[in-house]
């Protein structure tokens, strides 16, 4: 089953604290993961798009890694600022049935405190 | 920047009652989706169009009917609202294959609440 799975579910740093998340998937076949960040009541917004070919892809403050052997990514969030408290979405996406289709994990929550 | 708005940003609907959203994009992307997003489960694709006039189920169809008369415009239809309709709303559009990230935009999403 083409799955994405992310972990933790939720997670509280400190301001100016690192922190990854992370996400694992079962697609198959793969064509490129993304990074989304949502902020509440709002609709994601892109952070980074990755193909097979890439493993590391930084946008600002957040690097995405990619393992295309082991299927895992991770996204890592250098020195955090309140403005980071979001849920972060890791989608995989993949040609399946003559169509392109996206699977979306269900997040990770981050709430950084002063 | 692209831009995809949606008509409402909060809904509150009544049981049966018939519902209209309605997400309007100005990138002449050809593809447009409707997913619903719920605590714990991520999206969910409930309908996508990839041109004017056509339109292919999702995941979780039921319950819901599309629109698409306009490239510009996507419209989601639940004909006889239920209280398990009650979610997060989120119109997306993207461009033909041909554009290198193949990047996907979301609306800001409407909140319904079905009593």
């Known amino acids: 089953k083409n799955q994405v799975e992310q972990s933790p579910q939720s997670l509280i740093i400190l301001e100016g604290k690192n922190c990854t998340l992370q996400?694992?998937?079962?697609?198959?076949?793969?064509?490129?993961l993304r990074w989304y960040k949502q902020d509440t009541g709002r609709g994601p917004v892109s952070l980074t798009i990755?193909?097979?070919?890439?493993n590391t892809k930084s946008n600002r403050r957040y690097t995405a890694t990619l393992d295309a052997d082991t299927k895992q990514s991770s996204l890592h969030i250098t020195a955090s600022q309140l403005s980071d408290s979001a849920s972060y979405i890791c989608?995989?996406?993949?040609?399946?049935?003559?169509?392109?289709?996206?699977?979306f994990g269900s997040g990770t929550r981050l709430l950084v405190r002063p | 920047d692209v831009k995809v708005t949606q008509s409402s940003r909060y809904l509150v609907k009544r049981t049966g009652e018939k519902v209209f959203l309605e997400c309007v994009q100005d990138?002449?992307?050809?593809?447009m989706f409707w997913y619903r997003q719920d605590p714990g489960l991520g999206l969910r694709l409930i309908y996508f169009?990839?041109?004017?006039?056509?339109?292919e189920k999702g995941d979780i169809p039921e319950g819901y009917s599309v629109s698409r008369e306009k490239k510009e415009r996507f419209s989601l239809i639940l004909e006889s609202a239920s209280t398990n309709q009650t979610s997060m709303y989120l119109c997306?559009?993207?461009?033909?294959?041909?554009?290198?990230?193949?990047?996907?935009?979301f609306g800001p999403g409407t909140r319904l609440t079905v009593t």
């Open positions: 997306a559009s993207r461009g033909a294959w041909r554009t290198y990230s193949y990047e996907q935009y």
């Open positions: 996400c694992n998937y079962t697609v198959s076949p793969f064509s490129n």
């Open positions: 990755m193909t097979f070919s890439e």
């Open positions: 989608v995989v996406s993949a040609w399946m049935d003559s169509s392109y289709k996206l699977i």
């Open positions: 990138m002449d992307h050809e593809n």
């Open positions: 169009s990839y041109d004017v006039k056509m339109k």
